[in-house]
Structure formats: C-alpha cells, structure tokens
C-alpha cells in the first residue's frame, strides 16, 4: 500500500480528506494483472469505475488506485465509509490471490487503541500502565478514555491549535495519540483524580466524536482474575518459616499467583509463582522468631486479581510467662505438681519446654532458706499433644517421671543434709570433752579477776572480836 510517495503497512487508516489531491494505489510488484479488484463496504468497485465517489483507476503492472476526484463536492459517501480490501493479481474469489486491506473514512477515525507498559514484574503493587488512543483525520473534536467512568476526557479539541493535551505523530494527518496512565490497587482503577471500582476483566473504550457525526468507538479488554484464590491456610510453621497453600483457580483464569508477607505496614517477602494449577504451596522462610504476620495471596494474568489474607505468627523459642492451673501434692521427700498448658500457647505449637524452679529449705540448727541463686532448676521438656513421647501435659500431671526424679533428688539432698549434721554434732563433742580433759587441777590457770565487794559470814549474828576471818571453815557471800 502506498500513498503520496509512503507506504504503508496491511490495515492502515486513510482520511477521505487526504486521498482526494493523491491517489491510494495497491501494487502487487513483478506480478501482471489478471481481473484484480477494490471491494468496499458497499461492494465492488469497478476498474475504472467508481462507488460511493470512490474512483478507480488501472496502473502499469499489477496495479489499482481509489481517489476522490478534487472536482467532487462531497467527499466519501456514507455507504462508502469502512474496510476496503484490494486483490491482486487476479479477483478477491480466488483463494490464491493476494489481500491488502485499508480502511478508508469520512471525518475521523481512531487508529488503534492498545495498552503499554503492563507490568511484568507481578511482585510490584499497586500495579501501572498506560492505554492509548490514536485518532486521525477531521482536526476538530472531542476524545475520551475510560469505561462506565471517563478516566481521561477533552472536548473541544482543535488540532490546529494544539488545544488538547495529545502526542502528534503525524500533522498532515492529524494522528494525534491521547494516553491515561491508570493505577490498579486490585480494588479501583484510578486515572489522576478519577477513580472506579472494577474487578475481573478491565473492559474499557476510547471515543472520538465530531459533531453531527457518528461516533467512533473502540474497545478493549486487560485480563485479570475476578475472584481470590480459596482455601489460604497453614500447612507449617517454626520461628523463621511459614509453609501456606491454597487451591488454584482454573487455568483459563490464572497464569500464576503472587504471595505477599507484611507485618504492620512493611513489606517483608513478596514472591512470584508462576503456573496457572501448580506451585499452590510455598514456604516463606527468613522470618523472625514470634512475630505476627499477615499473608497475601493473588493469582495473576495481565493484571493481579482480588486477594485471600490470613495472619500467622511465628513460633517463639521461649514463650516467658507463668503457666495456668498451677498444684501440687507435698511429702517430706517427694512432690507431685501438676498443671495447665497456657493459653497463650498456640495450640499448634510442637513442643514446649518447662521450667521447674524450687527452693530447699534446711533446719534451723543447721541453715536458712537458701538464696534465689542456689534455686535447683530441673528442664523438663514435654510435647504439647495428647500422644507425646513423655505423656500429654495438657491438665495432667507431669506424672511418674517428675515424681521418680523429685525423689531421687530429695533423697540425695536428705542424706546430705544428716550427714552433714552428724558430722558436725561430733565434732562439736570432741572439742568439748577435749578442753575438759586438758588440764588437771593443779595446772588450772590462775585468771585475773575484777575485785569484789566480799562479806565473812559466821554463825554469828554479829561480828565478835577474836574471830578468825581466814578460818578454813568460813563461809563467803559476794
């Protein structure tokens, strides 16, 4: 197809406008014509001969051209306006003929409308890209973007003067290209201020309309899953890792799915899983120990579709805190303790380990109570089940374990303890009879005394002269 010294691809448009001073010729090089022929909307037309004001001539070679003659009043007539197919060498009837077609118009038209830079990276949200409307033909007009709600809109355009915010490609013609940069956030479809809600298929329509004439409309549809994909759950957790799966959608809905982990408002993983009915189980790993986490998951096709969330938290390596229930059974030498899982304990959660604290109290004769740091800490590690290697401990005792150890330990500790108080009563024994025996009463010490105030008392009532007061007989009274 060529048309004032341009050629052109199968499919273009051409303004009635621009073919009236030039020519469109279909050329069919180093061929011979043999019966070739112009179809249009209202049928043949005829070399040479005319349709709707549409002319047609024969050129050398394989050759037919359509014009308007400049010395017609009225342009293409309306039964004329549409998709014309040029065949060559021979008629449009021969399956082995060549087909070139050209869609030739009154006023405007729109060109093409497509949409450009889909995201390819589905991990990124919300997700951007353009669509474009290209109109070509009359300068003056009104164009507008959007589906039940314009996202782009301009009236009164006038190409002459640039009034419209549009790309020109091409000024002879007045191709001029209109773009909205939408933003889907997989609930609304915004374009600068203008927003609508959608899901599913974004079906949307560029229109260009010139006064008193029809309006052109074109259409097109953006792929995207309409619902969310169903049963998100947890297959598996530990302190860094969270295994979810899902069922998939039908494959003629999903090309793959997008898994998304926040916790509070930051993002922490997104993953890509391509595949439309496999890959529906994923481990999110390098996560951290006892933390909250609310996870995504979208099925994607040109766009992401709606999302299933769930919250999962990760195990902690130590959950503090006192457990519930708490009771025990004491005896001089052995105990029994029994209580409740707690019920912050996630019911999920694969093993447990408790701590047993107790103090050891001793007679007076021989200790106090024994500081917080000689507190005998005994680990016992259980399984939060009701089939664990070492029994269930929900609202059971620990059972015949704790109490074999708590007595072996209290045993060891009693023996200790007599021990310990026989040898130390002994001692105590030795050195007293020691010290008794050491001396005679002759090798008594003499030992130095504070003076007192000593009384003689006889018989006497009073003291008479003649009294021996150092008689081995007195008697003394301090």
Same mark, same amino acid.
């Given at each position: ?249 039908? !494959?003629?809905?999903?090309? @793959?799915? #997008?898994?998304? *982990?926040? +916790?509070?408002? =930051? /993002?922490?993983?997104? $993953? ?43 195990? !902690?390596?130590?959950?503090? @805190?006192? #457990?519930?229930? *708490?009771? +025990?059974?004491? =005896? /001089?030498?052995?105990? $029994? ?63 015949? $374990? ?77």
């Amino acid at each position: 197809m060529r048309h004032n010294g341009n050629c052109y691809p199968n499919g273009s448009y051409f303004w009635d406008d621009s073919i009236r001073p030039t020519p469109l010729e279909c050329g069919l090089p180093g061929a011979t014509l043999n019966g070739g022929q112009w179809i249009g909307p209202n049928g043949v037309v005829l070399c040479p001969g005319s349709n709707s004001n549409l002319f047609c001539t024969i050129g050398s070679g394989a050759s037919l051209s359509v014009h308007i003659p400049t010395t017609n009043t009225d342009f293409l007539g309306a039964p004329g306006d549409g998709w014309y197919k040029c065949c060559l060498p021979t008629n449009c009837s021969d399956p082995n003929t060549n087909i070139i077609f050209a869609n030739i118009f009154r006023y405007a038209q729109i060109e093409s409308f497509n949409v450009a830079d889909l995201p390819s990276d589905m991990t990124v949200y919300p997700q951007k890209y353009k669509l474009n409307c290209t109109k070509i033909g009359h300068w003056r007009y009104s164009i507008s973007i959007g589906s039940s709600t314009a996202l782009a809109s301009y009236t009164y355009c006038d190409d002459r003067y640039s009034i419209c915010p549009g790309t020109v490609l091409d000024s002879n013609t007045n191709r001029i290209r209109y773009t909205a940069t939408i933003t889907w956030d997989g609930m609304t479809v915004s374009s600068g201020s203008v927003s609508q809600s959608t899901t599913g298929d974004q079906m949307y329509q560029c229109l260009v309309a010139v006064t008193d004439q029809p309006t052109r409309i074109r259409n097109m549809t953006i792929k995207a899953p309409a619902i969310a994909p169903s049963s998100l759950n947890v297959v598996n957790k530990t302190a860094t890792t969270i295994t979810v799966s899902w069922t998939a959608l039908d !494959s003629y809905d999903a090309d @793959g799915y #997008v898994v998304n *982990v926040t +916790s509070d408002t =930051d /993002t922490v993983r997104t $993953v890509q899983v391509e595949g439309s009915s496999n890959n529906t189980i994923i481990t999110l790993d390098e996560l951290s120990e006892g933390i909250s986490y609310n996870i995504t998951v979208r099925a994607y096709q040109q766009l992401l579709g709606p999302a299933s969330t769930i919250s999962v938290q990760t195990l !902690s390596e130590y959950l503090s @805190g006192p #457990v519930g229930s *708490v009771s +025990s059974i004491m =005896d /001089t030498t052995w105990a $029994v303790i029994s209580w409740s899982v707690p019920s912050y304990i996630p019911s999920d959660y694969p093993i447990i380990t408790y701590e047993i604290g107790y103090h050891i109290l001793f007679d007076r004769l021989c200790c106090s109570i024994v500081n917080d740091n000689d507190i005998d800490i005994q680990m016992l590690q259980l399984y939060n089940s009701t089939s664990g290697m070492l029994g269930a401990v929900d609202d059971t005792s620990i059972g015949l $374990v704790a109490v074999v150890g708590l007595l072996l330990i209290s045993l060891v500790i009693s023996i200790i303890v007599h021990i310990y108080r026989l040898i130390k009563l002994k001692s105590y024994h030795a050195t007293t009879s020691k010290q008794t025996n050491k001396f005679d009463d002759d090798d008594i010490p003499m030992q130095a005394c504070e003076p007192y105030s000593i009384q003689n008392i006889t018989e006497a009532a009073d003291e008479e002269p003649g009294v021996n007061a150092y008689a081995d007989d007195a008697i003394y009274e301090t």
